[in-house]
């Protein structure tokens, strides 16, 4: 089986290197373009796989192919590969905003075997989360062999289209907000007298561990902050103020937001 990405940025980095780490694909069925040498020689040096300039290449060569470059450069990619794209292979879009019906009109309307989905920048250490959602064109053994690559670098869920851009909004984007929450406590650690490179790790494994509480224990959210939250205690003195300068809404405005960009994109 080989696979193909067009663009080799960050995410589609990540993505390979989670498929070279857990063993789902080998180097020698790995092809890759992108529109500078530098990038190119970039994976070639990291994952000793087949490079080009030349995205038609790619297509041609590929059982499977992610579509892995930004939403506004997916209808140039598209014209460039239409008329070398086979039926018989499967395309991954990662473009947030662009919907299967997008991307049929784009290859022409023709019987293609399309997924979408949305990963985030955490698969870069293996933790990404990947909304997935098939065209009807795609078998139930197909859906499998794409979840399995995608799960190679994280946790991967098929969403109805209609979620795709909650997904953004929630997953997608998401790790741009907790990392800001991150820098924030620890600049508030440092104010009060910690040393930077100190008040990053302990704001940062604080995170990890709240989040693997909530996935690991099932409780809701809502009852592992009680749990913390002592009576006449310092965490309820927190929380309070954070209600007060409208912490939730102020997240929840973040998120919709955001959702509603990705569906004008």
Request: charged residues 20%; glycine residues 10%; hydrophobic residues 45%.
């Given at each position: 089986?080989?696979?193909?990405?067009?663009?080799?940025?960050?995410?589609?980095?990540?993505?390979?290197?989670?498929?070279?780490?857990?063993?789902?694909?080998?180097?020698?069925?790995?092809?890759?373009?992108?529109?500078?040498?530098?990038?190119?020689?970039?994976?070639?040096?990291?994952?000793?796989?087949?490079?080009?300039?030349?995205?038609?290449?790619?297509?041609?060569?590929?059982?499977?192919?992610?579509?892995?470059?930004?939403?506004?450069?997916?209808?140039?990619?598209?014209?460039?590969?239409?008329?070398?794209?086979?039926?018989?292979?499967?395309?991954?879009?990662?473009?947030?905003?662009?919907?299967?019906?997008?991307?049929?009109?784009?290859?022409?309307?023709?019987?293609?075997?399309?997924?979408?989905?949305?990963?985030?920048?955490?698969?870069?250490?293996?933790?990404?989360?990947?909304?997935?959602?098939?065209?009807?064109?795609?078998?139930?053994?197909?859906?499998?062999?794409?979840?399995?690559?995608?799960?190679?670098f994280g946790t991967a869920s098929v969403v109805p289209e209609r979620l795709m851009d909650v997904v953004v909004g929630i997953s997608g984007s998401s790790p741009a907000y907790v990392f800001m929450f991150i820098e924030a406590m620890a600049d508030a650690a440092v104010a009060e007298g910690m040393p930077r490179a100190q008040a990053y790790e302990f704001a940062a494994q604080a995170v990890l561990g709240s989040a693997k509480m909530v996935l690991e224990t099932g409780r809701h959210p809502g009852e592992l902050k009680d749990m913390v939250c002592s009576p006449a205690g310092t965490t309820i003195q927190a929380v309070k103020v954070l209600e007060e300068k409208g912490f939730r809404a102020a997240v929840m405005d973040a998120v919709e937001a955001c959702v509603e960009k990705s569906r004008n994109l």
């Open positions: 089986m080989t696979i193909g990405f067009i663009g080799l940025g960050n995410m589609a980095g990540a993505i390979i290197g989670g498929m070279l780490k857990k063993g789902v694909a080998e180097q020698s069925a790995l092809w890759g373009s992108d529109k500078t040498e530098k990038t190119l020689n970039t994976a070639k040096e990291k994952f000793n796989m087949h490079v080009t300039l030349d995205n038609r290449e790619v297509a041609r060569n590929a059982d499977i192919l992610f579509l892995a470059v930004k939403p506004g450069f997916m209808g140039e990619v598209i014209d460039q590969i239409k008329d070398v794209v086979t039926e018989e292979m499967l395309i991954v879009s990662i473009a947030a905003g662009k919907t299967l019906d997008y991307l049929y009109e784009a290859f022409g309307n023709r019987a293609l075997k399309i997924i979408r989905c949305m990963p985030n920048t955490p698969a870069l250490v293996l933790e990404g989360c990947t909304g997935v959602c098939p065209s009807n064109n795609v078998s139930e053994q197909e859906l499998s062999q794409v979840l399995c690559l995608l799960q190679a």
